[in-house]
């Protein structure tokens, strides 16, 4: 296809998209015009095409234009008032010819000239009843199935938020019994085992080593219990809960892992509800994680600022971008999508101009909000500030 012809199918398009943005247009005027006004408006038309009609004498007729003023009143008004534009129409179509001169024979021509006439023009009035009665009719099915559907989402947007809060809950009782529960039972433990060491490396007996190492692998099981609590339960239930549990991810992140992690955040940002904190730090673990895996990432940045009346979290890395291997097979950014739904957020996942990919992570506040973050952060300005090199 030739520039021409794509340049003049462009122009019909234009053409034809802004004829019908005029056409929707002057349907909603005359939509919120009241029934009087469009009562006023068709009589007169009749009238000024009677007019016309007898100012051109019987020569010419505008028995079709009649048309036009008997559908506005029909469709705007009702069908009662259609048939009544219709005989009117009649009427003043056969006045006007007889009152410009038109002979005739008996007076039952004209007589029946105005009973052809009103049948003539009550059909558009039954055939626009119809359309109209139709368009009711799928307006009324079509906000019947956007309720029924606006309802669905709503119940399986909530199931969705009650199946995450209740795997969070769990997930947290799990944890506090790794800590309240395996980690004392295990501290316990490891005392006994150390006083019965103390015990037999007071006789000398070479068993006294043997429970020494065994205490040490009781310890490193306390070790382990501890972060497998505080990775199931990560940020802690206050205002600068999500923060501390950043930092810990960067820490851990750059331990497991032996690549550069940091965690930013300029000024303290405090999140009140601990479910939406939690949210966030798992986009967040998420996010570190597939630029990790999937990326290969070297360098991983984890900010935290508020920016433009909202809060705003972001997960920089350097790797090989995880947009084409995990996008189309993998779960996690899925859920994470779902979770920036459940609390209000806008996720997005681009590319980075050098290489790697960017996630970030937009919650809005409100302007009350606002103001207790800011007074929280002032609060604590002065003894907080997380900024890791």
Excluded at 24 to 48: A, E, I, K, P, Y
Aim: charged share 20%; hydrophobic share 45%.
């Amino acid at each position: 296809m030739s520039d021409r012809v794509r340049w003049i199918l462009f122009l019909g398009y234009s053409h034809q998209t802004d004829l019908d943005i005029h056409m929707n247009g002057w349907l909603d005027r005359l939509n919120r015009m009241s029934r009087v006004w469009h009562t006023t408006l068709t009589v007169s038309l009749v009238l000024c095409i009677g007019a016309l009609d007898y100012a051109t004498g019987p020569e010419m007729t505008f028995s079709l234009i009649y048309v036009f003023p008997i559908a506005l009143g029909t469709w705007f008004v009702g069908e009662r008032f259609g048939l009544i534009l219709a005989a009117l129409s009649a009427l003043v179509f056969t006045g006007g010819n007889l009152a410009a001169g038109m002979h005739v024979s008996s007076i039952f021509i004209p007589v029946w000239d105005v009973v052809i006439r009103f049948f003539l023009f009550a059909v558009p009035v039954r055939l626009l009843i119809t359309v109209h009665d139709s368009q009711k009719t799928l307006q009324a099915r079509v906000r019947d199935r956007t309720s029924a559907l606006t309802q669905e989402i709503a119940t399986r947007e909530r199931l969705e938020r009650e199946m995450l809060d209740i795997s969070e809950r769990e997930r947290k009782r799990i944890g506090y019994d790794l800590h309240d529960g395996l980690g004392q039972q295990l501290t316990g433990a490891a005392l006994a085992v150390q006083v019965a060491q103390q015990k037999i490396a007071k006789r000398g007996l070479p068993e006294a080593a043997d429970l020494a190492r065994a205490v040490g692998l009781i310890e490193d099981g306390i070790t382990m219990s501890r972060n497998l609590a505080q990775s199931l339960q990560p940020v802690e239930e206050q205002a600068s809960g999500l923060m501390e549990a950043l930092q810990r991810l960067a820490d851990r992140t750059r331990e497991l892992f032996t690549i550069h992690c940091r965690f930013d955040c300029e000024f303290p940002i405090i999140i009140q509800d601990p479910s939406t904190a939690d949210h966030l730090y798992r986009i967040s673990q998420e996010a570190v994680s597939n630029a990790v895996k999937h990326g290969h990432a070297h360098n991983v940045v984890i900010s935290l600022a508020g920016h433009n009346e909202a809060t705003v979290l972001s997960i920089t890395d350097d790797g090989t971008g995880i947009l084409d291997r995990v996008q189309s097979s993998g779960m996690g950014l899925k859920i994470m999508a779902q979770r920036a739904r459940l609390i209000g957020a806008k996720l997005e996942i681009t590319r980075s101009a050098p290489g790697g990919t960017i996630v970030t992570c937009s919650l809005p506040y409100t302007s009350k909000s606002s103001q207790v973050r800011h007074a929280a952060a002032a609060r604590i300005s002065s003894a907080f500030s997380l900024s890791a090199s």
